[in-house]
């Protein structure tokens, strides 16, 4: 697997010997698990074609279920795809080697870095869509990824019926499978939005190092003890931090991947709950004892989510979802469907915590 700027092989190999095996399962309820799950990625798209009205006459292909090391060879596939994707549309000269973000971290040492991670990331994601990623034997892009032991396991520690939490995951997949099938510009869309920020993040370290003090000043409680980005708001995480560090044509372009992110994790967030109650029965102990396993964890595992993005993500699962809740309730799921018509009508990062202001922009 190559790319310009990760070694994705070396990624592999390094989160195939750093990952955890997974739960220990009976083979028989393995099986069922995996047939249920294939199933369901078939089933669940139905549900949500009926729901959002979207890819009406799209083909449903079948999810790919696969074990922990098989989800971190289809993740590395994917992100090399996306990087080079995102890379053809980026003013990135990376053979300058001059202490550039980019260009200063050799390709095998990001690998390590980026297993490290995958391996991480492979012991908690439950499922996902890919849109780059490539379909072995196939000429097209395009995986869902349904990673069975991590969605027995975390169906197990929920304690909530099997059948259930698995068709309610396939929901929440099969809804991204949908966003990216069902919207022709979308794919390239996100990337281009990736390469823009790439271009934006191009700059010495040095560069980024002179923003630090302004950086601290701004996290500094003020005289009344409050911090001075808001009274009263905690300090700001990990991403907080990298936003006080970016310029502003580099945050501007971080906002546009942030926004498009939060409304496609919100709206299938959205979806899967809207559908729940008539296929997932309980679907509503289901929401609440994920969301308060999300906000769970040992020290070390809240760490990690916070150095990774994981919890900053955890946080655009809600405020996406609180966009789309409030525009459907005002303006109906076909209101809602405009943000699909073109780039220009997918909400801004402001416009997502304030949703009325992008339904008067774009219904008047």
Not at 38 to 44: G, K, L, Y
Request: charged share 25%; proline share 5%.
């Amino acid at each position: 697997m190559g790319s310009r700027t990760v070694d994705w092989n070396v990624a592999v190999s390094t989160a195939t010997r750093l990952i955890k095996a997974g739960p220990s399962v009976p083979r028989a309820e393995a099986d069922r698990a995996v047939r249920a799950l294939r199933e369901f990625s078939v089933r669940a798209e139905t549900h949500v074609r009926e729901t959002t009205g979207l890819g009406q006459d799209l083909p449903v292909v079948e999810g790919d279920v696969v074990d922990r090391p098989g989800w971190l060879h289809g993740a590395a596939r994917g992100l090399a795809e996306l990087t080079d994707a995102a890379l053809d549309t980026a003013d990135i000269d990376l053979e300058r080697g001059n202490g550039e973000l980019l260009g200063g971290l050799g390709s095998r040492s990001a690998g390590v870095q980026a297993g490290a991670v995958l391996a991480y990331l492979g012991t908690k994601v439950l499922g996902q869509y890919d849109p780059f990623a490539p379909v072995p034997g196939e000429d097209r892009s395009g995986r869902l990824l349904l990673v069975a032991p991590n969605i027995v396991a975390a169906q197990q520690a929920l304690e909530v019926p099997d059948e259930d939490f698995q068709m309610w995951v396939c929901l929440h997949e099969s809804t991204h499978r949908l966003q990216f099938n069902a919207v022709p510009w979308l794919r390239e869309h996100f990337a281009a939005g990736l390469g823009d920020l790439l271009t934006e993040m191009e700059g010495s370290v040095g560069e980024v190092l002179s923003r630090v003090p302004a950086a601290v000043r701004e996290m500094r409680p003020g005289r009344d003890g409050n911090e001075r980005h808001g009274a009263g708001e905690p300090s700001p995480g990990m991403l907080g931090v990298i936003e006080l560090l970016q310029s502003p044509r580099q945050r501007a372009a971080m906002d546009r991947i942030i926004a498009i992110s939060t409304l496609l994790e919100g709206h299938a967030d959205h979806v899967m709950d809207a559908v729940g109650p008539q296929v997932v029965p309980t679907v509503h102990t289901i929401r609440k004892r994920f969301t308060e396993r999300r906000a769970g964890g040992g020290l070390l595992d809240r760490l990690l989510r916070s150095l990774l993005g994981v919890d900053a993500k955890i946080k655009q699962y809600a405020q996406g979802a609180a966009f789309t809740r409030h525009v459907v309730d005002t303006v109906g799921m076909e209101g809602f469907n405009a943000v699909w018509s073109g780039p220009e009508y997918l909400p801004s990062r402001a416009e997502i915590t304030d949703p009325a202001t992008w339904i008067h922009r774009v219904h008047g």
